[in-house]
């Protein structure tokens, strides 16, 4: 009996083995493992372009209004100079550009005038070598030298003034206002203005011509003092006549009277 019971704790044992082994995961066969590639290093991303990249012809043409100043800028390679100080000048540049209207209201033959020197000078008049933000014109220093040259006074001054959000320029030819920002950066300013700035070195008045000397006056000549102070001197020649007849008449009635006494003593 007893055999019996360890028969059967035996095969209990052996099935509950036999299970467990049955619901047990099968393990995944091992692959053997590649190597990873390394990553390839990462290409730096280009540099953002900065306002000192900026084609100044390219921010005109933008709004359409600057044909003429455009073709001047071309035409006296200040465009090439002034996208080259862009890329080196560290303080940037302020640019104040006449739209077409401002041209077509000049004097007819007015651009045609001017030498190739003299346009170069007039539209480098309208560069100013510092960028000045709108809302720092009213702490600039007046006159503000231009690359035209000179801020002396009858050269090439340019003086600002700025009421509120107005900013009004004055050449000594013109006054002109500035309507808006067309391009701001960090160094580079754009603005549009309604008139063309015209400096006083090659739009000013012409200076009067100098007075020639007057000749001297000639001087008239002394009379004596003893003929000037004389009576006959101021008298006529009739009266001068007149004078001497009085005179003789005078010295015949002396001489008769004392004849006269002389008879009378006698007797």
Same mark, same amino acid.
């Given at each position: 009996m007893q055999a019996m019971r360890r028969l059967v704790r035996v095969l209990v044992v052996l099935g509950v083995a036999v299970t467990a082994s049955a619901q047990a995961p099968t393990a995944a066969p091992t692959t053997p493992t590649t190597p990873a590639?390394?990553?390839?290093?990462?290409?730096?991303?280009?540099?953002?372009?900065?306002? +000192?990249?900026?084609?100044?012809? +390219?921010?005109?043409?933008?709004?359409? $209004?600057?044909?003429?100043? *455009?073709?001047?800028?071309?035409?006296?390679?200040?465009?090439? $100079? *002034?996208?080259? $100080?862009?890329?080196?000048?560290?303080? +940037?540049?302020?640019?104040?550009?006449?739209?077409?209207?401002?041209?077509?209201?000049? !004097?007819? +033959?007015t651009l045609n005038s001017l030498s190739d020197q003299d346009k170069n000078a007039l539209v480098q008049y309208h560069v100013v070598s510092t960028a000045i933000p709108m809302s720092q014109f009213d702490t600039v220093s007046n006159p503000l030298r231009t690359q035209a040259g000179s801020a002396s006074p009858g050269e090439y001054p340019l003086n600002v003034t700025s009421e509120g959000q107005q900013v009004n320029i004055s050449t000594g030819v013109v006054n002109a206002t500035v309507n808006n920002a067309v391009y701001s950066g960090d160094?580079? $300013?754009?603005?549009?203005?309604?008139?063309?700035?015209?400096?006083?070195?090659?739009?000013g008045a012409p200076q009067a011509p100098a007075p020639a000397p007057l000749a001297p006056a000639k001087k008239k000549g002394?009379? !004596?003092?003893?003929v000037a102070d004389s009576p006959e001197a101021e008298a006529s020649p009739d009266a001068t006549t007149s004078l001497a007849a009085t005179r003789v008449t005078g010295g015949g009635g002396l001489a008769a009277a004392l004849a006269l006494a002389g008879v009378w003593w006698a007797l």
């Open positions: 590639t390394p990553a390839a290093p990462a290409t730096p991303a280009a540099p953002a372009p900065t306002a +000192g990249t900026s084609n100044i012809t +390219g921010v005109l043409e933008k709004r359409g $209004q600057f044909t003429t100043f *455009i073709r001047l800028l071309k035409s006296t390679g200040v465009a090439s $100079q *002034i996208d080259n $100080q862009l890329s080196n000048n560290g303080n +940037g540049l302020t640019v104040f550009a006449p739209t077409d209207n401002a041209f077509t209201s000049l !004097p007819s +033959g160094n580079l $300013q754009v603005y549009e203005v309604d008139k063309v700035l015209l400096p006083l070195k090659l739009f002394k009379t !004596p003092a003893s």
